[in-house]
Structures are given as C-alpha cells and as structure tokens.
C-alpha cells in the first residue's frame, strides 16, 4: 500500500463539537484529496490541495473545512458536526498533475449522534 | 472534467472475461480515462488508465474506441476476489490541480 495513513480509523462524536480528520502521507506527493462516501453517492470530493497552503473546495465542501501546513500533512475538520456529516472519509494522494494515479487511505468511519 | 455513465451492476461467471463498459462521450482532447476497483468498504484501488490508445496491465486492460466517447474494462479471467464496484473516471491532464470525480460505478459480482 502506498504510505497514507488516515486517523482516527472510527470515531463516534456529539452534534455541535468540533472533529478533526487527519491524514498523513510519506510519499512526498504533492495533491492530497478529501472524499465522503455515503450509501447511493459514491465517493464525493469535499476539499482537495495542490501544495501546502494551496486548496480548492470540491463539491460538497459546506460545513468542512482543511489545512495543509506541511506536505505530508491534510487535515479535514468539521467545525460543528451535524448527522447529516456521518458518513465513511477517505483521503487520497496523487504524485503530480497530468496522469498520475490516486492512492487512497484504508478510510475514516465518522458517526455524529 | 467530463461526465461518465456506467451500468449500475453486471454478473460474471468466475474464470470468464469480465467486460465493463463506460460511456465519456463529452470528453476532451486533454482528459484521460481511468479506472478503479472499490472492494467492500476498502478504500478505492487504481486499477489502469489511457488516453487513446490501448492499455495493458497485470490487473486489466483498457479498450478506448478511436472517437474516445466509450472505453471497455476488461479483467481477461475474472475471480471472486474481482467482485467489487468498479468506476470509470475522466481526468484532464492540466489545470492548478486535478481534481478525481467519480459516479457512482458499476457493481461487478463474480459467481461461481
């Protein structure tokens, strides 16, 4: 498997508090991707990056927001989680622009009660 | 990047050819076809991708017509371990940064 981490691997958590999603690569790739797969959606991009500091919304990107201070470093965090935020989070790298596969994360099981 | 249209599932016996097809007619000139394999809940898994010619790999090949609006997955002998939703996916090769969006794929299930 390519070197990308996901943490915490399942979390279960309050409306209202805040959660923080980190994923952490050792492949030194420059794009880093955020997803939430749900039942009859398939996976839907929510943020993605582009370098450090550098990121762009994906579509479903209300309510989450990321952080990419260090190339090896993406953060995905819900500042007030709701139950509509329960869902399977996957990050995924990618080795530069043009063709370059996407390696994906083992995921994240967030549930918000 | 360009939308794609696949069956929503297909069966195949195990040790034929699975053959899945996915339909990109609105594809641009610089946008490349891939796909991946979602087993259960893992995380998704690169399986090949091209721009218009031919492509073969240790897992699959990759058939895009000569017009590039419809390409054929092809895992030459299928087994059970090849049940799983596959996604056929168009990238563009240039822009700041690029973004992977997938459909919702087609459900592949393998019998015996």
């Known amino acids: 498997d390519a070197g990308i981490t996901q943490s915490p691997r399942h979390k279960v958590t309050e409306t209202g508090t805040p959660v923080t999603l980190r994923c952490h690569q050792t492949e030194n790739h420059r794009y880093m991707y955020w997803y939430r797969q749900d039942p009859g959606h398939g996976l839907r991009l929510i943020h993605y990056?582009?370098?450090?500091?550098?990121?762009d919304k994906g579509e479903v990107s209300d309510g989450y927001s990321v952080s990419r201070s260090k190339t090896e470093d993406f953060l995905l965090t819900l500042e007030s989680a709701t139950s509509s935020q329960t869902s399977v989070y996957f990050c995924?790298?990618?080795?530069?622009?043009?063709?370059?596969?996407?390696?994906f994360g083992q995921g994240t099981r967030l549930t918000v009660v | 990047d360009a939308k794609t249209t696949q069956p929503p599932s297909m069966d195949c016996a195990e040790g034929r050819a699975a053959n899945l097809p996915c339909n990109h007619s609105t594809i641009s000139g610089n946008e490349y076809v891939y796909w991946y394999r979602q087993i259960h809940s893992q995380g998704p898994q690169y399986i090949i991708h091209?721009?218009?010619n031919n492509e073969t790999n240790e897992m699959a090949s990759l058939i895009i017509t000569e017009d590039r609006k419809s390409s054929t997955l092809i895992l030459p002998h299928a087994t059970l371990r090849d049940t799983a939703v596959y996604y056929c996916?168009?990238?563009?090769?240039?822009?700041?940064?690029?973004?992977?969006?997938f459909g919702t794929g087609t459900r592949l299930q393998v019998t015996l």
């Open positions: 995924a790298i990618s080795g530069r622009q043009g063709a370059a596969e996407a390696f």
């Open positions: 990056s582009y370098g450090v500091k550098d990121t």
């Open positions: 091209g721009l218009k």
């Open positions: 996916i168009v990238r563009a090769i240039t822009g700041t940064a690029s973004k992977l969006t």
